[in-house]
């Protein structure tokens, strides 16, 4: 029997809610190895620091996962992300992250298989939910590695890993 539209939404659901989670988790494993000039660092001036890139990431997630999917007031000022004289400390950065995170985890958990196809104008663009979840978690996934990449460049052969092939298999790692 083929699975019905609402196990293959809930699938998918499930399936976005832990790439975001298991994203957090990296991110936190990288700033907890971190001195506070190190989450602000960049490698060139042209380039953005891990903190710029969680503030980046915020405010995405935020703009298409929660204000966007449920049409709320969306008040970003993407410029303000990428600033370089910023200086947020590593708790707030945490606390900003995680508060973001379970907004998009719980505005994505209460969707249904029609609410999915549903259309949303986001940042100028017109797209399904599933569109949104689809730009915004991979996009997510896709700065965590960076993060991760950022960490391990500063790091060199301190870096601790979090993950090898001997751990414990909690879902598939990102």
Same mark, same amino acid.
């Given at each position: 029997m083929a699975p019905s539209a609402d196990e293959i939404a809930r699938e998918y659901i499930q399936e976005s809610i832990h790439l975001l989670q298991q994203s957090v988790h990296k991110i936190d494993h990288c700033l907890n190895q =971190?001195?506070?000039d190190q989450i602000w660092w960049r490698p060139e001036p042209g380039l953005n620091s891990i903190g710029n890139?969680?503030?980046h990431l915020c405010g995405n997630l935020n703009q298409w996962a929660v204000c966007g999917i449920t049409r709320s007031t969306n008040a970003r000022q993407r410029e303000q992300e990428f600033r370089s004289d910023v200086r947020i400390s590593r708790d707030d950065l945490q606390t900003l992250l995680h508060r973001?995170?379970?907004q998009?985890?719980?505005t994505i958990q209460s969707l249904s298989a029609a609410?999915? =196809?549903e259309n949303r104008e986001i940042q100028g663009f017109s797209v399904s939910v599933l569109g949104a979840i689809s730009h915004t978690v991979p996009h997510f996934v896709g700065h965590t590695h960076q993060i991760?990449?950022?960490?391990?460049?500063?790091k060199g052969e301190q870096?601790?890993?979090d993950w090898?092939?001997?751990s414990c298999q909690q879902g598939v790692p990102i």
């Open positions: =971190l001195e506070p890139l969680i503030l973001t995170v379970e998009a985890c719980q609410a999915l =196809l991760i990449y950022l960490t391990r460049l500063q870096y601790q890993f090898s092939p001997d």
